[in-house]
T-cell receptor
């Protein structure tokens, strides 16, 4: 069974600074995707960034980038130039391509951006 | 365009009652997922539909839980004989087929069983 572990229950960062959220996962699959989702107090889960396991290049989306270490099964999220609107729960998730494309989520990291 | 919608946004019921939670996916999305999010946890998978059929229901906790998607669009999650432990936020997501396609989540239904 796949598992996703987020070891930081809470983190805080000053506005405009950089923060990194950690995620590790366990799987025997080769063809999979990794995701970071953001969940603000409104409860709506929003996709932040996606990484395909077979791509060695780390994904980037504007201020968000990942450090994907396949051998170590590590998938961290870096947020640059943090903004107050980045305050939210962040969930790391794993999905296997083909068959049931359900996502397996970690327990989340609560990020607070301070002014 | 319109996103995934879920009704009701909140539901309070008494132990032993029956509840139905509705999900309206994004038009044209063939894949639909239900997840359950307990307080302080990440979402946990319940069931996955591809079109009208349940392609994977391995996450349903027991036979009190059932979901349908009769016309391949709207889905209803049904919970019989509710228990206090069923209290959670129930999230619905839809997507086109394939993990390279984004799963779009609805705002969830918060269920409270008294």
């Amino acid at each position: 069974a796949q598992t996703v572990t987020q070891s930081q229950p809470e983190m805080s960062v000053q506005e405009a600074e950089t923060v990194t959220l950690s995620c590790t996962y366990d799987t025997s699959e080769n063809n999979y995707y990794l995701f970071w989702y953001k969940q603000p107090p409104s409860r709506q889960m929003i996709l932040v960034i996606r990484q395909e396991a077979y791509k060695q290049q780390n994904a980037t989306e504007n201020r968000f980038s990942v450090n994907f270490q396949k051998a170590a099964k590590s998938f961290s999220l870096k947020i640059s130039d943090s903004q107050l609107g980045d305050t939210a729960m962040y969930f790391c998730a794993f999905g296997t391509q083909g068959g049931s494309e359900k996502l397996v989520f970690g327990k989340g990291t609560k990020l607070t951006v301070n002014p | 365009g319109a996103g995934v919608s879920q009704t009701p946004s909140n539901k309070v019921t008494e132990k032993g009652k029956y509840v139905e939670l509705r999900c309206d996916p994004i038009s044209g999305h063939t894949a639909l997922y239900w997840y359950r999010q307990s307080l302080g946890q990440g979402p946990e998978f319940l069931i996955y539909f591809q079109g009208t059929g349940a392609a994977d229901d391995s996450g349903l906790p027991n036979d009190r839980f059932f979901a349908v998607r009769p016309e391949g669009s709207v889905s209803t999650l049904k919970i019989q004989r509710t228990e206090r432990g069923d209290s959670a936020v129930y999230l619905c997501a839809s997507s086109l087929r394939g993990l390279e396609k984004t799963q779009y989540f609805g705002p969830g239904t918060r269920l409270l069983v008294l």
